[in-house]
Structure formats: C-alpha cells, structure tokens
C-alpha cells in the first residue's frame, strides 16, 4: 500500500542511453512532480504535471521528457544520457489545492558511467 | 533572489539535546517554509511547516520557530533520540506558486 512508488530503484546505464523511470502514486492526488537530487543533496524540481498537463518546467535539458498517461502516474524519459545525469530522482504527489504538501516517492538513483 | 541559506551543514549531538537547524531567505514573496526530514535511502518527508503570520508552530517534539524581520526560520528538535538521525531540509514557497526552493540540508547525527 505504498503512497508514491517508483521503478527502478536503481538504474546503472551507459552513455548515450535512453531510459525510463516510473512513478505511481495512489493517494488519490491529481498533481505530480519530478525532482533532481545531486550528489551533494541539493533538491531541484524539474517538472510537475496537474491533471496530466505540465504546469512546471524547470530549466531542464530536453533530454528529459515527462510523461503522464493518468492523473495516477509521471513517467521519467531521459534520452541521450550523460555523465552528469546522475543522480536521484524523485517523484512527488500532491493535491492541486495543497500543493506545499508534497509526498515523495523512495527516489530512483540513476548512475551514467 | 530565490536563494535558501542553510545552515550548518552538519550538526552532532547527545540523546536528549536540542539540535537547532537554522534558515535565512532573502525574498519577502515567500510565504511558506516547510521542513522535511530524508533517511538514507528514502524520500523527503514533510516534517513541519510554518506560514510568515505565526512565530512559532510546535508538533510534537519538533518545533518552528519564525522570524519575519529578520527572514529567519528554524528547526529545533526537543528531547533528540537516535532515530532523529537523518537530513533536514528547510525549503521556502512564492505566494501561489507549488515550486519549492530548498535549502542545502543538514545532516544531523544524535548519539546514543
């Protein structure tokens, strides 16, 4: 019965790759996010989707593209990928009318070697 | 400015004491100052959160305390015990915007 689910947990890759990271959530939210964290910690938004339409983006190389097919789920894809994609990624959901009350996902930690 | 400053970076203390975890701001548009608590391996969770009308907001053993003119807040976690180990981050909110502005974290240890 997790809140906010995402797969992989983690994700090894090469350069130049493409991968996909999902996420899930079953809060009943209708507002989900995505968020960088780097290596040291520091926490970014990338993206946030209400209703299944982007309503936040964040400078982000277009390489990234969010995808939502439901209010109930934000996918990740990261073409091309790079050395300094590495990172963890969160996922996060929220009402759209109590959006300062974000529940996040356990992260994904993708590593580009 | 969106900046949020942090401070410190990592913090260590016994059982028992008040660890305090301080944040600065610059822009008076922020309206909203949450604080989130990740584990090792775990996703921030929100822990406690403050608007800029209220002084002091206390749930539990952890306590906000606001600072309107000085564009200070803080964290101050009473009676500490070593399952408060973890990262604390303070994070800022525009006035009708849902893209938070968090600070650089603090990595706290409490022994027992």
């Known amino acids: 019965d997790t809140a906010v689910s995402q797969t992989p947990k983690y994700l090894v890759t090469q350069m130049g790759n493409d991968k996909s990271i999902k996420c899930e959530q079953n809060l009943g939210h209708d507002t989900m996010y995505w968020y960088k964290q780097d290596s040291k910690k520091f926490l970014k938004i990338m993206f946030s989707?209400?209703?299944?339409?982007?309503?936040i983006n964040e400078t982000v190389p277009n390489r990234f593209s969010p995808k939502s097919p439901d209010k109930a789920h934000l996918n990740l894809h990261i073409n091309s990928l790079e050395l300094g994609d590495s990172a963890v990624y969160f996922c996060?959901?929220?009402?759209?009318?109590?959006?300062?009350?974000?529940?996040f996902g356990p992260g994904t930690r993708l590593t580009v070697t | 400015q969106q900046q949020v400053k942090q401070s410190p970076q990592s913090l260590i203390v016994q059982k028992g004491g008040i660890p305090i975890i301080n944040c600065a701001y610059e822009?008076?548009?922020?309206?909203?100052f949450p604080w989130y608590q990740q584990f090792p391996g775990k996703g921030p969770a929100l822990l406690i959160a403050i608007r800029p009308d209220v002084s002091e907001k206390k749930e539990g053993r952890f306590t906000i305390s606001f600072n309107k003119s000085a564009k200070q807040f803080s964290l101050h976690i009473m009676d500490s015990q070593p399952g408060d180990s973890a990262t604390y981050f303070c994070a800022a909110f525009f006035g009708g915007s849902y893209i938070p502005t968090f600070g650089r974290g603090t990595s706290l240890i409490v022994h027992p």
């Open positions: 822009n008076t548009a922020f309206d909203y």
């Open positions: 989707y209400n209703n299944k339409e982007l309503i």
């Open positions: 996060a959901s929220s009402h759209s009318a109590r959006g300062h009350e974000q529940y």
